[in-house]
């Protein structure tokens, strides 16, 4: 199998999607066929960045390896590098006009996955956000659209900040296993949540009020991009397809309120598939 074809096997960077990044690996099955490569190479590149954290034990280690794809991205040798991550995602932004610099933010704001540091603010918290999740989006739209601008830009921004909260909560006993605060910590002192606690996963009014806070701001983010999408192409609302799983992730928190640390914050594999291709016929 071709690097440019998706499928269930041998194409390394189609598989790292599936392995690694459920959601969007589905919600591009949804897509039309002659964009799955360049959006499988995005999410791809994704990963690869995503999980630096999870791949060195220490951070220098991680910020070598970010620095690998910063170099590829300032310079010219991605076709020929020998990365077939780096060789699909050179390919898909010479076809489809992608900004680098939106590539290059991207691994910026990762940086801050490489340290224990908290979220100091729900400012920096939607700016993280924005800088990673919107951005796939906005990205994802420029190759549904052929490259031109489609606009959508806020569209698809407060969509990307509402599945990248909705991530946050259900990865909050995996980061919270590894030393990790994406809650803010404005939000935290708000309600009387300290760090310590958090780490040494306590369950109570505290943090219970917190989540409820980010689950609030996560519909807030949810609202404000459906009602953006209504004037928006299809290619904008094709590329805010992950983001119909808020909403049944955010339900999901809710039914893990007594114990977020225990309790899977979750949906059933055939309603994820079921949610994603609906979205996807609405998009059209």
Known sequence: MSADAPGEGGDYVTDLVRQHDRDRYLSTLFAPEDKRPALFALYAFNVEVSRVREIVSEPLPGEMRLQYWRDLLHGDAMAFSGHPVAEALARAIARYNWPRKALLDLIEARTFDLYDDPMPSVADLEGYAGETSSALMRL???????????????????A??????????????WAVGRGQVFLPVDLMNRHGLTRESLLARQVGEPLRAVLADVRALARSHMDAARRAAESAPPAVRMAMTPAALVEPYLAASERAASDPFRMAVDISPLRRIWTLWRASRQAR
């Not at 420029?142 to 959508?152: Q, S, V, Y």
């Not at 900040?161 to 990865?171: D, E, P, S, T, W």
């Open 140 to 158: 994802a739209s420029l190759a549904l659209a052929d490259g031109a601008d489609p606009g959508g830009s806020d569209a698809v921004g407060h």
């Open 160 to 173: 990307g900040v509402a599945y990248a909260l909705a991530g946050i909560l259900r990865a909050l006993p």
